[in-house]
């Protein structure tokens, strides 16, 4: 186990490059606007099954 911990910080030190602050902005903007379009996403097809759903029940029962 103390073999794995310390190949893993070697790897860590040698292998592993951080993307520079203008890319992590970047980044980081791409993230934030797909995120609201998946949001936006989800609540459309939850209002569209949701008023699906209650115009079934509404027809069901009268």
């Known amino acids: 186990m103390l073999t794995y911990i310390k190949e893993s910080v070697e790897e860590l030190r040698n292998n592993i ?3 520079s602050r203008s890319e992590s902005s970047n980044l980081m903007v791409v993230v934030a606007v797909f995120s609201i379009l998946f949001a ?3 609540w459309g ?3 569209v099954f949701s008023n699906v759903i209650k115009l079934y029940f509404d027809y ?3």
């Open 45 to 47: 097809v939850d209002t």
């Open 17 to 19: 490059t951080l993307p």
């Open 40 to 42: 936006l996403a989800t």
């Open 60 to 62: 069901v029962l009268n």
